[in-house]
């Protein structure tokens, strides 16, 4: 009988030790202890907005278009005092990566030296707001937002071999902003009483397709207190769509389309001035 309680006892113990060797008493009180997620206050002014319309369609006669983008601060107290409200609103293309180049003069001949691949460029992209952009956007939220056209692209792709790629960034800036891609429109939103806007965006013909993004943003005293995000689908319809979906499926019937219309084209053009020609 002795035998088999001193088994027992023994048993138990081993298994105390085995629950306390899982947890060392000593590291106890190290434990991580899930932190109970704190929800944020809602911003004290907040923005509602809409567009006049969420997708564009790019036909063979498109021309560019305008989108209105309007809406309201929503607040529960009145109006805060101090910096009056300012806004901003950017649309924004997909990106992609993008080389710069530096030509030199060598030998009488213009050649490629240096480059700069830039990770992601919009392919267009707006910037309009109530005020100067300077004048209303800080740097650091300006960095953490990308809201500025320099901030708009994205990491250098690979290593930089150059000294400095702040030229090549402004020589990307300018090239886009003659082709009318890259935009700002400073002033260009109206503020009524701190609590109504609207913004007219002008997208020009040369749009590519894709997802673009709105983004409106509030600020007071150069921070951002809010922000609205829409979408604008942006694609090709009709025959523009048929004929760019055929040339990248099917690019040799796309090919012998093209030899066909052109040889078409240049037939016809004979034999019309030599009608003409005749008496």
Not at 36 to 59: F, Q
Not at 128 to 136: G, M, N, Q, V, Y
């Amino acid at each position: 009988m002795r035998t088999r309680i001193a088994a027992l006892m023994m048993l138990v113990l081993a298994c105390t030790a085995s629950a306390q060797s899982t947890v060392p008493q000593g590291n106890a009180d190290a434990l991580p202890i899930q932190a109970t997620p704190v929800a944020e206050p809602p911003p004290a002014e907040s923005v509602v907005a809409g567009l006049s319309s969420d997708s564009v369609a790019i036909t063979a006669s498109f021309n560019g278009s305008d989108i209105l983008i309007y809406g309201a601060i929503k607040r529960e107290a009145p109006i805060p005092s101090g910096p009056p409200l300012q806004v901003i609103v950017t649309v924004e293309a997909p990106s992609s990566a993008v080389t710069v180049w530096r030509k030199e003069r060598k030998a009488g001949i213009w050649v490629n030296s240096e480059a700069v691949r830039i990770g992601a460029a919009p392919g267009f992209y707006a910037v309009a707001t109530s005020s100067a952009l300077d004048d209303i956007l800080l740097p650091e939220w300006d960095s953490r937002y990308r809201i500025s056209l320099s901030h708009a692209m994205r990491a250098f792709a690979g290593q930089i071999a150059v000294e400095s790629a702040v030229p090549f960034t402004e020589a990307l800036i300018r090239i886009r902003e003659d082709e009318g891609l890259y935009r700002l429109d400073e002033g260009s939103v109206s503020l009524i009483d701190q609590t109504l806007f609207r913004a007219d965006v002008s997208l020009p013909a040369n749009l590519v397709e894709g997802a673009y993004k709105t983004r409106i943003f509030l600020l007071r005293d150069g921070q951002v207190i809010d922000v609205f995000v829409a979408p604008i689908n942006v694609r090709k319809v009709g025959l523009e769509r048929w004929l760019y979906r055929l040339a990248f499926d099917q690019p040799f019937l796309y090919g012998l389309m093209s030899l066909a219309v052109a040889v078409f084209a240049g037939w016809g053009a004979s034999a019309a001035f030599r009608k003409l020609r005749r008496p």
